[in-house]
């Protein structure tokens, strides 16, 4: 299968709202003490583990013939923000701990899945998810800027 490029360019302006317009989609990103139009940077990554969890555990669902009714991730992500103020810290600039919590109604052949068919559910939603892989496995990252002339 060819590789998917997933592209998305961001504007930010006077003020700290960041705008990308993804496929027919206008995104904001903005903080609380500003103008408070969105959610900030760090709510919205720990919205995008829950959201491709959720989708990831639908398109299971579905190769595994499972009824999945309703799918609820709960996520609490720990982060010390003083690297990020500049400020000199041991802990990472990052999240120290995501800890995720899914509530899952969920039949198969009419039955309730059992506890335990919940917990391998997940594990197989968490492998062939690509946010949680990254977590668990960091992607390249490169940065450059523009330069003029």
Not at 59 to 68: D, G
Not at 109 to 117: E, N, V
């Amino acid at each position: 299968m060819a590789n998917k490029i997933v592209e998305v360019n961001t504007h930010m302006g006077n003020d700290w709202r960041v705008t990308a317009q993804v496929r027919e989609h206008q995104l904001v990103i903005d903080q609380p003490s500003a103008s408070n139009t969105g959610a900030n940077p760090l709510e919205t990554f720990v919205f995008s583990l829950a959201g491709c969890i959720s989708t990831i555990a639908k398109m299971v669902a579905r190769e595994q013939k499972i009824r999945l009714n309703t799918i609820d991730v709960s996520i609490k992500a720990d982060i010390n923000t003083a690297g990020l103020q500049g400020l000199e810290t041991d802990d990472p600039v990052g999240f120290k701990r995501i800890d995720m919590l899914v509530d899952m109604d969920a039949t198969n052949g009419g039955s309730q899945l059992t506890d335990q068919q919940k917990i391998v559910f997940l594990d197989v939603v968490c492998h062939r998810c690509p946010i949680h892989d990254n977590l668990l496995k960091p992607s390249l990252v490169t940065h450059e800027t523009m330069v003029n002339g």
